[in-house]
């Protein structure tokens, strides 16, 4: 009788193992399905990117202090990580403490200069040529403001707004 009890153990031990096997499998198949749908779905959003270069190219250690009549360099990148060309302008602006800035609207500065109907293309960056500056008074917090501005059928629309405050003596 011990021979029969301990052969039905070992079929109901296997019996389970497969049991465990079959719902371990089943629910690593589950998962895998679930990881890969959020991958599928969980697709970032595009955007693009505009920012302020030192005199090295390099979005760091950025003028801060100035003396009246030095001339000082930056340069302004926008990157495409749009899935689609993006064509642009950047206007190139000055201000001083009173100069209104939005991120919805841009600024009231003086226009300096404009660079104009740049197309860049999915995953490209773009560095402008050397944005050269001096000031021909002392102030605080005088500023150099970048905006970009999209591009369609001719008409420009305000996309985002950088600067840079400095202090000239």
Do not use: C
């Not at 420009?156 to 840079?164: C, P, Q, R």
């Amino acid at each position: 009788m011990s021979t029969e009890n301990s052969s039905l153990n070992r079929a109901e031990g296997k019996k389970n193992l497969v049991k465990i096997t079959k719902i371990i499998i089943v629910v690593g198949i589950i998962l895998t399905s679930f990881f890969i749908i959020y991958e599928i779905l969980n697709i970032e959003p595009d955007f693009v990117t505009l920012g302020v270069l030192n005199s090295e190219k390099k979005a760091e250690n950025y003028p801060i202090d100035v003396n009246v009549g030095e001339e000082f360099t930056v340069f302004v990148s926008v990157g495409n990580n749009l899935a689609t060309n993006f064509t642009f302008s950047v206007h190139v602006l000055t201000g001083d403490q009173k100069t209104f800035v939005s991120k919805t609207t841009g600024s009231n500065g003086t226009l300096k200069q404009k660079l104009s109907s740049i197309t860049i293309q999915p995953g490209e960056e773009w560095i402008s040529n050397a944005q050269r500056f001096s000031f021909y008074s002392a102030g605080e917090n005088l500023m150099v403001i970048f905006e970009l501005w999209k591009v369609e059928n001719s008409k420009e629309t305000f996309y985002d707004v950088v600067f840079l405050r400095l202090n000239v003596s």
